[in-house]
């Protein structure tokens, strides 16, 4: 399977600090196998091998909607090596 690159926010939004499911969503993209992790306030993307996006972006929903996300946004990229 190609590379991928997945963007994602979770909301509802919180100005004033960060809510239980954006800090679950990084901490997932953060603990699972990709490289290129870049997290922001606004939106966060992380990048590498298809079956490794496509089992983060599982556990990512799964746990965010749990922790009271009540909308997920994400789009994924199928991304060149030289890309990456």
Do not use: K, W, Y
């Not at 954006?22 to 992790?37: I, K, T």
């Not at 306030?41 to 990048?47: L, V």
């Not at 909607?65 to 990229?77: P, W």
């Amino acid at each position: 399977m190609e590379r991928l690159r997945v963007e994602f926010t979770t909301e509802p939004f919180d100005l004033d600090e960060a809510p239980q499911h954006a800090v679950v969503a990084r901490q997932v993209v953060q603990g699972a196998a990709l490289d290129a992790v870049d997290v922001g306030p606004f939106g966060n993307t992380a990048e590498g091998s298809g079956e490794q996006v496509l089992a983060a972006v599982t556990e990512l929903l799964r746990r965010s909607l749990e922790a009271g996300a009540t909308r997920v946004s994400l789009q994924v990229n199928v991304i060149g090596e030289d890309e990456g």
